[in-house]
């Protein structure tokens, strides 16, 4: 059998892959990666020699296996060895000649005395920081990105909307904290403009962050952003990876294909403005860098050895308020432990997302489920969970919950995504709903939702 290769790209997706481990591998690696060659999957078919393409396609397949598995294998463990091979990677700071300095292997940038109104500055700086994001070591820092004086009005803000929603609600905590333990200012993107829409003005014009946004993302993203505060005795995270993957389980992550897998950190950019000063002691946010890099990192950073690697291995470096950091969301990170008696560690926690992933045109799935419900139940109830019925109600209900409202529909501490319209049809159908109620749930889930 002769095999051939329909991509002749150098790539460390392919099933099997070994990191290779000599000294000049490691230095290229993010030379390999710079053209996105690292998440298109290996591609390979056999044909017999001499034969056409449209012979061979035609002709039954038959063991060995042709292809490899579009989804990784929940059974068969990421390997350690792998991650370790890209995190022990080091930064070259001849490749950022716009950073002040490297330390830790994060590139630190001055806000200050730079006119990025220059398009070749511009240009320059976003060039660096799409290469650090994407093959570099994924994080970056940005000195001075805030004044003081516009995160002092800022932060008044911010205890107003703290202070109000204790008096009206309980929180319902957040992804990694009990209820009570932090404080979180959910959508603190919208709040903010209500409740000062000076303030905000403000604060949303600054033209770095947009440098940043556009230099990962390109234009159309949407800010959304949540305050974090960790109190004296706030205990650390555990390692993660953030969103889109790093919300769902590793079942449902497991599902998504390979290159879906890979691809997603396009979709997201994490970042984060410190609003106090926060020393090591206050527990800023501990990364690996290059752990964007590992393919199986999602199916990865739930299991105990690599939790404990990440412990072993992280770097964290002191923020003054008014850094902000900037990150890949496939970067293994947590936010630490604050140690301190007396500092309240306050962060504004960006999360800006590419304008990719929508659909053209708006679809309303209540007017679909009310119209449909009787011949869906009559269906279900013949055939049960067939194939045709989870055909039928994932093609017409939305299966992800976001965008959503994490004030009504908070994840729980430790928990991942709420419950989807397509989570909600499916169990009205296995609990026998009538119309009127499925339309209930799914109404509320619309209303909550915004
Ligand atoms: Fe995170």
New binding site residues.
Partial sequence: MDELSLTSFKTTAGKGHKPRSDARTKRRSSILHKDLAFLQPRMRVFQPKGQEMGEAAARPVAEPRLLSHRLFALEKKPSLSALKEYCTQVVDPKIYPLCESVCSNIPIYKSSGRHIDSLAIASALQDEWYHILLSGPGVFLLKGMYSDSLLDRSNRVFSSIIASEKSSSSSGGD?FAAAGNNDRIWNSFSKHCCADAASFMEYYSNPWLALACDAWLGPAYRITAQVNVVKPGGKA?VC????HL?FQTAETAARYPRAVQVASQLLTL?GAVAHTDMPLDSGP?RILPFSQLFEQGYMAFRLPEFNQYFLENYVSLPLEKGDGIFFN?ALF???GENVTTDLERCAN?LQISSAFGKPMEAIDTLALVERCWEGLMGKYEKEGLSKEVETFVAAITEGYPFPTNLDKRPPAPGGMAPESEQDVVLRGLKEAWTSGAVMQVLRRMRADST
């Fill in positions: 992804h995270q993660h990876r953030d969103y790093g994490q946010t969301p990170h947590a936010a926690l």
